[in-house]
Protein backbone atom coordinates (compact mmCIF):
# COMPACT_ATOMS: atom_id res chain seq x y z
CA UNK A 1 0.00 0.00 0.00
CA UNK A 2 0.95 3.44 -0.82
CA UNK A 3 0.96 6.41 1.69
CA UNK A 4 -2.74 6.76 3.22
CA UNK A 5 -3.57 10.37 4.42
CA UNK A 6 -6.01 10.14 7.40
CA UNK A 7 -8.55 13.27 7.73
CA UNK A 8 -8.88 13.86 11.82
CA UNK A 9 -6.44 13.09 14.23
CA UNK A 10 -8.19 13.25 17.53
CA UNK A 11 -11.38 11.06 16.43
CA UNK A 12 -12.27 7.61 17.28
CA UNK A 13 -11.58 5.92 13.92
CA UNK A 14 -8.53 8.58 13.76
CA UNK A 15 -6.74 7.16 16.24
CA UNK A 16 -7.21 3.42 15.68
CA UNK A 17 -6.27 4.13 12.33
CA UNK A 18 -2.86 5.75 13.65
CA UNK A 19 -2.20 2.90 16.14
CA UNK A 20 -2.43 0.08 12.45
CA UNK A 21 -0.64 1.36 9.95
CA UNK A 22 2.06 4.40 9.31
CA UNK A 23 -0.65 7.34 8.17
CA UNK A 24 -0.33 10.98 8.11
CA UNK A 25 -3.37 12.10 10.05
CA UNK A 26 -3.91 15.76 9.47
CA UNK A 27 -6.45 17.73 12.07
CA UNK A 28 -8.78 19.93 10.91
CA UNK A 29 -6.24 22.82 11.75
CA UNK A 30 -4.09 21.43 8.84
CA UNK A 31 -7.31 20.12 5.93
CA UNK A 32 -10.16 21.58 6.51
CA UNK A 33 -13.46 19.33 5.54
CA UNK A 34 -15.41 21.98 4.96
CA UNK A 35 -13.14 23.11 2.37
CA UNK A 36 -12.92 20.02 -0.41
CA UNK A 37 -10.93 19.38 -3.39
CA UNK A 38 -8.29 17.27 -4.31
CA UNK A 39 -9.47 13.51 -4.29
CA UNK A 40 -10.37 13.57 -7.93
CA UNK A 41 -8.08 15.83 -9.51
CA UNK A 42 -5.36 13.93 -8.13
CA UNK A 43 -6.49 10.36 -8.47
CA UNK A 44 -6.45 9.65 -5.30
CA UNK A 45 -8.90 6.85 -3.90
CA UNK A 46 -11.21 8.42 -1.29
CA UNK A 47 -12.57 6.18 1.60
CA UNK A 48 -15.35 8.00 3.58
CA UNK A 49 -16.92 7.24 6.48
CA UNK A 50 -20.61 7.53 7.01
CA UNK A 51 -23.73 6.90 9.06
CA UNK A 52 -27.13 4.83 9.58
CA UNK A 53 -28.46 8.24 10.30
CA UNK A 54 -29.15 8.79 6.59
CA UNK A 55 -31.81 6.27 6.66
CA UNK A 56 -35.38 7.25 7.77
CA UNK A 57 -34.86 4.57 10.99
CA UNK A 58 -37.95 3.13 10.59
CA UNK A 59 -39.01 -0.80 10.30
CA UNK A 60 -36.96 -3.26 10.88
CA UNK A 61 -35.21 -4.54 8.26
CA UNK A 62 -31.44 -3.46 8.04
CA UNK A 63 -30.56 -0.75 5.62
CA UNK A 64 -29.11 -1.85 2.75
CA UNK A 65 -26.59 0.79 0.86
CA UNK A 66 -29.43 0.93 -2.17
CA UNK A 67 -32.18 1.59 0.38
CA UNK A 68 -33.31 5.66 -0.10
CA UNK A 69 -31.84 7.92 2.31
CA UNK A 70 -34.29 10.19 4.87
CA UNK A 71 -32.19 11.47 6.98
CA UNK A 72 -34.40 12.54 10.42
CA UNK A 73 -31.95 15.12 11.67
CA UNK A 74 -29.59 17.52 11.04
CA UNK A 75 -26.33 15.30 11.38
CA UNK A 76 -28.23 12.88 9.11
CA UNK A 77 -28.63 15.61 6.23
CA UNK A 78 -25.03 16.59 6.78
CA UNK A 79 -23.75 13.23 6.27
CA UNK A 80 -25.50 12.23 3.32
CA UNK A 81 -24.57 15.87 1.73
CA UNK A 82 -21.37 14.94 2.02
CA UNK A 83 -22.08 11.04 0.44
CA UNK A 84 -23.90 13.26 -2.47
CA UNK A 85 -20.88 15.21 -2.62
CA UNK A 86 -18.22 12.58 -2.89
CA UNK A 87 -20.79 10.38 -5.41
CA UNK A 88 -20.94 13.57 -7.83
CA UNK A 89 -16.79 14.51 -7.34
CA UNK A 90 -15.81 11.70 -9.62
CA UNK A 91 -13.39 10.03 -7.24
CA UNK A 92 -12.84 6.63 -7.08
CA UNK A 93 -14.03 6.18 -3.32
CA UNK A 94 -16.00 3.60 -0.58
CA UNK A 95 -18.12 5.48 1.26
CA UNK A 96 -18.48 3.14 4.22
CA UNK A 97 -21.97 3.34 6.22
CA UNK A 98 -20.81 2.20 10.18
CA UNK A 99 -23.16 2.89 13.46
CA UNK A 100 -22.41 3.38 17.14
CA UNK A 101 -18.73 3.84 16.92
CA UNK A 102 -16.60 2.72 20.36
CA UNK A 103 -13.37 2.74 21.55
CA UNK A 104 -11.08 3.64 24.37
CA UNK A 105 -10.81 7.32 22.59
CA UNK A 106 -13.22 9.69 22.71
CA UNK A 107 -16.64 10.28 23.75
CA UNK A 108 -18.61 7.29 23.08
CA UNK A 109 -21.67 5.07 24.67
CA UNK A 110 -19.00 2.65 26.71
CA UNK A 111 -17.51 5.67 28.18
CA UNK A 112 -20.81 7.10 29.11
CA UNK A 113 -22.24 4.16 30.61
CA UNK A 114 -19.47 3.61 32.62
CA UNK A 115 -18.71 7.37 34.11
CA UNK A 116 -23.13 7.13 35.08
CA UNK A 117 -22.39 3.84 36.89
CA UNK A 118 -19.57 5.70 39.12
CA UNK A 119 -22.39 7.41 41.00
CA UNK A 120 -25.58 5.68 39.79
CA UNK A 121 -26.82 1.93 40.85
CA UNK A 122 -29.81 1.92 37.88
CA UNK A 123 -29.51 3.58 34.77
CA UNK A 124 -32.48 3.71 32.34
CA UNK A 125 -31.66 3.21 28.98
CA UNK A 126 -33.89 2.87 25.79
CA UNK A 127 -34.59 -0.68 24.37
CA UNK A 128 -36.85 0.04 21.40
CA UNK A 129 -33.10 1.58 19.64
CA UNK A 130 -31.46 -1.11 17.53
CA UNK A 131 -28.17 -1.11 15.70
CA UNK A 132 -24.59 -2.52 15.64
CA UNK A 133 -22.08 -1.21 17.94
CA UNK A 134 -19.27 -0.99 16.07
CA UNK A 135 -15.30 -1.11 17.50
CA UNK A 136 -13.78 2.31 15.93
CA UNK A 137 -9.98 0.04 15.63
CA UNK A 138 -12.41 -2.92 13.29
CA UNK A 139 -13.82 0.53 11.22
CA UNK A 140 -9.90 1.55 10.90
CA UNK A 141 -8.70 -1.75 9.94
CA UNK A 142 -11.57 -2.19 7.22
CA UNK A 143 -10.60 1.17 6.14
CA UNK A 144 -7.09 0.21 5.04
CA UNK A 145 -8.10 -2.82 3.40
CA UNK A 146 -10.59 -0.70 1.41
CA UNK A 147 -8.44 1.78 0.67
CA UNK A 148 -5.64 -0.79 -0.19
CA UNK A 149 -8.21 -2.59 -3.08
CA UNK A 150 -9.83 0.35 -4.35
CA UNK A 151 -6.40 1.26 -5.37
CA UNK A 152 -5.98 -2.24 -7.15
CA UNK A 153 -9.40 -2.16 -8.26
CA UNK A 154 -10.95 1.13 -8.90
CA UNK A 155 -14.34 -0.51 -9.98
CA UNK A 156 -15.17 -1.27 -6.44
CA UNK A 157 -15.73 2.36 -5.76
CA UNK A 158 -19.55 2.54 -4.59
CA UNK A 159 -21.11 2.50 -1.07
CA UNK A 160 -20.96 -0.03 1.41
CA UNK A 161 -22.14 -0.96 5.43
CA UNK A 162 -19.88 -2.09 8.05
CA UNK A 163 -21.16 -2.37 11.71
CA UNK A 164 -20.58 -4.66 14.41
CA UNK A 165 -22.92 -8.29 15.01
CA UNK A 166 -25.08 -9.22 16.31
CA UNK A 167 -27.45 -6.34 16.12
CA UNK A 168 -28.20 -4.97 20.09
CA UNK A 169 -30.44 -2.54 22.11
CA UNK A 170 -28.65 -0.17 23.85
CA UNK A 171 -30.16 -1.27 26.87
CA UNK A 172 -28.98 -4.78 26.35
CA UNK A 173 -25.47 -2.95 25.02
CA UNK A 174 -25.23 -1.45 28.22
CA UNK A 175 -26.23 -4.82 30.37
CA UNK A 176 -23.27 -6.20 28.00
CA UNK A 177 -20.81 -3.88 29.41
CA UNK A 178 -21.85 -3.77 32.87
CA UNK A 179 -22.21 -7.97 32.99
CA UNK A 180 -18.30 -7.80 31.14
CA UNK A 181 -17.15 -4.79 33.74
CA UNK A 182 -18.06 -6.72 36.89
CA UNK A 183 -20.22 -3.61 37.93
CA UNK A 184 -23.88 -4.37 39.54
CA UNK A 185 -25.21 -1.25 38.16
CA UNK A 186 -28.99 -2.46 36.93
CA UNK A 187 -29.91 -1.14 33.90
CA UNK A 188 -33.78 0.04 33.30
CA UNK A 189 -35.37 -0.39 29.60
CA UNK A 190 -37.24 2.41 28.92
CA UNK A 191 -38.77 3.59 25.41
CA UNK A 192 -37.55 6.34 23.41
CA UNK A 193 -40.53 8.31 23.98
CA UNK A 194 -40.05 8.49 27.68
CA UNK A 195 -36.86 9.96 27.13
CA UNK A 196 -36.62 12.72 24.26
CA UNK A 197 -33.48 14.36 23.53
CA UNK A 198 -33.48 17.60 20.58
CA UNK A 199 -32.42 15.78 17.89
CA UNK A 200 -34.63 13.15 16.17
CA UNK A 201 -32.79 9.48 16.57
CA UNK A 202 -33.55 6.19 13.87
CA UNK A 203 -34.94 3.21 16.05
CA UNK A 204 -33.65 0.61 13.33
CA UNK A 205 -29.90 1.80 12.95
CA UNK A 206 -29.92 -1.94 11.24
CA UNK A 207 -27.31 -1.94 8.92
CA UNK A 208 -27.22 -5.06 5.74
CA UNK A 209 -23.41 -5.65 5.52
CA UNK A 210 -23.80 -8.48 2.44
CA UNK A 211 -22.03 -6.45 0.00
CA UNK A 212 -19.43 -5.66 2.17
CA UNK A 213 -18.19 -9.19 2.44
CA UNK A 214 -19.03 -10.11 -0.92
CA UNK A 215 -16.75 -7.25 -2.40
CA UNK A 216 -14.17 -6.49 0.02
CA UNK A 217 -13.78 -10.01 2.13
CA UNK A 218 -14.78 -8.20 5.13
CA UNK A 219 -17.20 -9.93 7.86
CA UNK A 220 -19.05 -7.74 10.55
CA UNK A 221 -17.07 -7.72 13.52
CA UNK A 222 -18.41 -9.30 16.81
CA UNK A 223 -18.79 -6.24 19.15
CA UNK A 224 -18.73 -8.67 22.54
CA UNK A 225 -14.54 -9.47 21.68
CA UNK A 226 -14.30 -5.54 20.87
CA UNK A 227 -15.78 -4.39 24.22
CA UNK A 228 -13.68 -6.86 26.07
CA UNK A 229 -10.69 -5.13 24.85
CA UNK A 230 -12.03 -1.72 24.79
CA UNK A 231 -12.77 -2.60 28.73
CA UNK A 232 -9.12 -3.90 29.16
CA UNK A 233 -7.75 -0.79 27.54
CA UNK A 234 -9.84 1.81 29.29
CA UNK A 235 -8.37 -0.17 32.79
CA UNK A 236 -11.92 -1.87 33.92
CA UNK A 237 -10.92 -5.31 35.00
CA UNK A 238 -13.32 -8.10 33.65
N1 LIG B 1 -19.42 7.95 16.61
C1 LIG B 1 -20.41 7.23 16.07
O1 LIG B 1 -21.18 6.57 16.78
C2 LIG B 1 -20.59 7.18 14.57
C3 LIG B 1 -21.65 6.45 14.01
C4 LIG B 1 -21.78 6.39 12.61
C5 LIG B 1 -20.86 7.06 11.82
N2 LIG B 1 -19.86 7.79 12.38
C6 LIG B 1 -18.92 8.49 11.51
O2 LIG B 1 -17.65 7.89 11.67
C7 LIG B 1 -16.63 8.88 11.50
C8 LIG B 1 -15.65 8.79 12.64
O3 LIG B 1 -16.39 8.88 13.84
P1 LIG B 1 -15.64 9.14 15.23
O4 LIG B 1 -16.56 8.68 16.31
O5 LIG B 1 -14.24 8.62 15.14
O6 LIG B 1 -15.62 10.73 15.22
P2 LIG B 1 -15.10 11.70 16.34
O7 LIG B 1 -14.44 10.94 17.44
O8 LIG B 1 -16.21 12.65 16.66
O9 LIG B 1 -13.95 12.50 15.55
C9 LIG B 1 -14.28 13.32 14.46
C10 LIG B 1 -13.06 13.44 13.57
O10 LIG B 1 -13.43 14.21 12.41
C11 LIG B 1 -12.48 15.25 12.22
N3 LIG B 1 -13.14 16.45 11.67
C12 LIG B 1 -14.30 17.01 12.09
N4 LIG B 1 -14.57 18.12 11.36
C13 LIG B 1 -13.55 18.24 10.48
C14 LIG B 1 -13.24 19.19 9.46
N5 LIG B 1 -14.04 20.24 9.18
N6 LIG B 1 -12.13 19.01 8.74
C15 LIG B 1 -11.31 17.96 8.98
N7 LIG B 1 -11.54 17.02 9.93
C16 LIG B 1 -12.65 17.18 10.67
C17 LIG B 1 -11.93 15.53 13.59
O11 LIG B 1 -10.67 16.12 13.40
P3 LIG B 1 -9.70 16.61 14.62
O12 LIG B 1 -8.82 15.43 14.89
O13 LIG B 1 -8.99 17.78 14.06
O14 LIG B 1 -10.60 16.93 15.78
C18 LIG B 1 -11.89 14.14 14.25
O15 LIG B 1 -10.70 13.44 13.97
C19 LIG B 1 -17.34 10.24 11.38
O16 LIG B 1 -17.39 10.56 10.01
C20 LIG B 1 -18.75 9.96 11.89
O17 LIG B 1 -19.71 10.77 11.23
C21 LIG B 1 -19.69 7.85 13.74
Partial sequence: MSGLLVFGRTGQVARALQQLAPVLAL??????????????????????????????????HPWAPRDMALPANAYGRSKWAGEEGIRASGATHAILCTSW???G????????????????????????????????????AACLAIADQLQEAPKKTGTYHFSGAPDASWCAFARAIFSLAGRPTRVQAISTSSYPT?????????????????????????????LNECLTQLGVST
Fill in 27 to 60: GRDAADLAQPGACAALNIPLVHISTDYVFAGTGH
Fill in 101 to 103: VFS
Fill in 105 to 140: HGANFVKTMLRLSDTRDQISVVDDQIGGPTPARAIA
Fill in 198 to 226: PAARPLNSRLECNTTTSVFGLARPDWHTS
